[in-house]
């Protein structure tokens, strides 16, 4: 019977990896700054225009529901009124009416 071994080796050693994040925490990558515009707060949306978002991407509820990652009930309450879409849904569903092609990439 093969004895198993108890750790993996690689093809460097613990001083090689305190290099790499030394260079990496000092160099380039730690100095690149990213500027980024902040867009404003996203308006609610009312039911009838999610409602019509779901429609133009041709999902049914359960898809819509499960292509934004939230349960069922809440994507159905949110076109039904019972419930109101905020935080990060509400600015999901904004990309998703003005750009439903950036959707497709995720």
Known sequence: MKKQKNHVDFPFDEEDLLQ??????EGSAAKK????????PV?????KEIRAIRTRLGFTQPQFASFLNVPK???????????KPSG?????LA???RHPE?????
């Open 20 to 25: 790499v994040v030394k260079n990496f925490t």
């Open 33 to 40: 700054t990213y500027k980024i515009k902040v867009p404003p």
């Open 43 to 47: 308006n609610p949306i009312p039911p």
């Open 73 to 83: 009930i809440t994507a159905v309450s949110w076109e039904n009124g019972t419930r």
């Open 88 to 92: 990060a849904a509400l600015r999901l």
């Open 95 to 97: 990309i998703a009416r």
């Open 102 to 106: 950036a959707l497709e990439a995720v």
